[in-house]
């Protein structure tokens, strides 16, 4: 759990499949970036996938651990980012899927509010969530 000015917060960083399911799950703490957990996301993904993120992962560390690993980083070029890379929009909109596997872990308020302040048990019962949202796609 990280500390900021509105108390513990926690972030949770997702790596889903091509139906919106987990793949991999991170937690780290609120004031931690996102671009932290990318390369222990990417080392979950399989060879030759996409990998679609927002602007907060245009980053040239991550586009370098992607390539090692054979994956094409679909990621938007910030503003102030000089070197241009290939971007596809059409490709980028698939992204809410990650969006869309959010959804359902909000549903269910003992994850939303927190009740767990122990980070173990918080990312354990993420993992029983996302059980039950592999149960139903199968």
């Known amino acids: 759990m990280g500390r900021s000015r509105s108390g513990l917060t926690t972030k949770l960083h997702a790596l889903v499949d091509a139906d919106g399911r987990p793949v991999s799950l991170?937690?780290?703490?609120?004031?931690?970036?996102?671009?932290?957990?990318?390369?222990?996301?990417?080392?979950?993904?399989?060879?030759?996938?996409?990998?679609?993120g927002?602007?907060?992962?245009?980053?040239?560390?991550?586009?370098?651990?992607?390539?090692?690993?054979?994956?094409?980083?679909?990621?938007?070029n910030r503003s102030n980012h000089n070197q241009r890379f290939a971007f596809s929009p059409w490709l980028y909109r698939y992204r809410n899927l990650v969006e869309r596997f959010f959804n359902p872990i909000k549903q269910f308020r003992g994850v939303t509010t927190q009740y767990d302040?122990?980070?173990?048990?918080?990312?354990?019962?993420?993992?029983l969530i996302c059980v039950r949202l592999w149960c139903n796609a199968l």
């Open 26 to 52: 991170r937690l780290t703490g609120g004031n931690v970036h996102d671009a932290c957990e990318a390369e222990a996301l990417i080392e979950a993904a399989p060879d030759g996938a996409t990998l679609r």
């Open 54 to 76: 927002d602007k907060g992962y245009d980053s040239t560390a991550i586009r370098e651990a992607a390539t090692a690993r054979n994956i094409w980083a679909n990621i938007p």
């Open 117 to 127: 302040k122990d980070a173990a048990n918080y990312l354990a019962a993420i993992k």
